[in-house]
């Protein structure tokens, strides 16, 4: 069963999270399991205000991936361009429909 996390964070650092976010995409390039998709909302109604929906494949792939040392280093570096802690939500996925 797909899993996803939502990651609610508020941050005026948007720029410098996309950039960490895009080196350890490129560090694990071709690694097993890992994230299948990600998705970044912005709140229009709270400046700042983010959230983030990462989907695995499953639960145990997205444990595997917290547990890697380098998503935990990531996670870190995150949190400190937060101007609050960052809040998860762990969801499996009932159901997912294309509509156009």
Partial sequence: ???????DIESER????RLLVEQAEGRSAGREGGPT??????????PNRYLVLIEFASYEEAMRNSSDPETGKMAE????????????TDCDVQETTELK
Avoid: G, Y
């Fill in 14 to 17: 948007m720029d410098e999270m």
């Fill in 1 to 7: 069963m797909k899993f996803v996390q939502i990651i």
């Fill in 37 to 46: 998709h990600r998705l970044v909302l912005k709140d229009r109604n709270t």
């Fill in 77 to 88: 570096q995150l949190a400190a361009l937060c101007t609050r802690p960052p809040v998860f």
